[in-house]
């Protein structure tokens, strides 16, 4: 879900993939989670690993993750920073810690994503750094329930005088920013989940690959109504979620079928079993 909502800030932002900065606020199992997601995307753009990796600053609560701490797990110690790109970094005195407006403050960031559970942690001075900065800041406060989001969605537009592109892991209302209601996407696994049972049903697949889940995560993007206009929300609409299911779970199937995971069939033949495979709330009168 994340990738999808960040595939697709990222057409929108046209800021150029190798110029991207993922910084990341958590770096538990879902933080993990996510930046391995998107090195994977990476690497299956042409990048190597060590360049993928370049590109992500993870911060928990020991500050950056970097070579000199002898704290990180293995998961963690892939994203850990060498010791010489910090130079000039400024660290705590009491622990010599690096913190996230440390980083903010040093790198040029695109992408901040929050998955710490610390409520209001992407702060005024952080946000509007990054977006001196950059054109389009890419902001996901993903920590749910909504009392544990970084940050707020009408903040975040405050503070980028609207050129933010959002997406948050807990449900927000619409926000009035400059005369205009601005819907608030959320990254909310419904998008994702039934559209992959819905590719496994229909090709009856053996397995569910990482290159199936970044496929759905692609075709997601591809359905952002920020793509037409870029003050939209960066994913779609609940109302359109059926149409959209449909093409996530080709994307998805397709994917199976290039990596031997089902019986290879025609794209019509496989467009007609997940259509065929999607329940419909229809129920028959006995009377």
């Known amino acids: 879900m994340t990738a999808g909502a960040i595939f697709s800030a990222v057409r929108v932002s046209g800021k150029p993939p190798r110029d991207l900065q993922v910084v990341m606020l958590g770096a538990g199992s879902a933080g993990i989670g996510v930046a391995d997601s998107l090195r994977e995307a990476f690497v299956a753009d042409g990048w190597s690993e060590a360049e993928a990796r370049a590109h992500f600053w993870l911060v928990n609560s020991g500050g950056l993750l970097h070579s000199g701490r002898m704290d990180l797990s293995e998961e963690q110690r892939n994203y850990a920073q060498p010791a010489e790109r910090l130079v000039g970094f400024t660290r705590t005195l009491e622990n010599n810690r690096i913190g996230l407006g440390d980083v903010i403050h040093r790198i040029e960031a695109t992408i901040l994503i929050g998955l710490s559970t610390l409520p209001g942690a992407f702060t005024e001075s952080i946000v509007r750094e990054m977006a001196r900065k950059c054109e389009r800041p890419i902001i996901l406060p993903l920590s749910n329930p909504t009392s544990k989001s970084e940050a707020i969605p009408e903040d975040l537009l405050r503070w980028t005088d609207g050129r933010a592109l959002i997406a948050t892991g807990s449900p927000f209302a619409d926000v009035i920013f400059k005369g205009r209601k601005m819907r608030i996407s959320q990254c909310?696994?419904?998008?994702?989940?039934?559209?992959?049972?819905?590719?496994?049903?229909?090709?009856?697949?053996?397995?569910?690959?990482?290159?199936?889940?970044?496929?759905?995560?692609?075709?997601?993007?591809?359905?952002?109504?920020?793509?037409?206009?870029?003050?939209?929300?960066?994913?779609p609409a609940l109302t359109g979620l059926r149409r959209a299911a449909v093409e996530i779970a080709f994307a998805a199937a397709e994917q199976a079928q290039r990596e031997g995971l089902c019986v290879k069939s025609s794209p019509e033949s496989l467009r007609n079993a997940i259509v065929s495979s999607q329940w419909a709330p229809v129920y028959p009168s006995y009377r």
């Open 188 to 235: 909310n696994n419904v998008f994702i989940f039934p559209a992959m049972g819905l590719a496994v049903t229909a090709t009856r697949a053996r397995r569910v690959t990482d290159s199936m889940f970044l496929a759905a995560a692609r075709a997601l993007a591809k359905h952002s109504a920020a793509l037409a206009d870029p003050a939209a929300p960066l994913l």
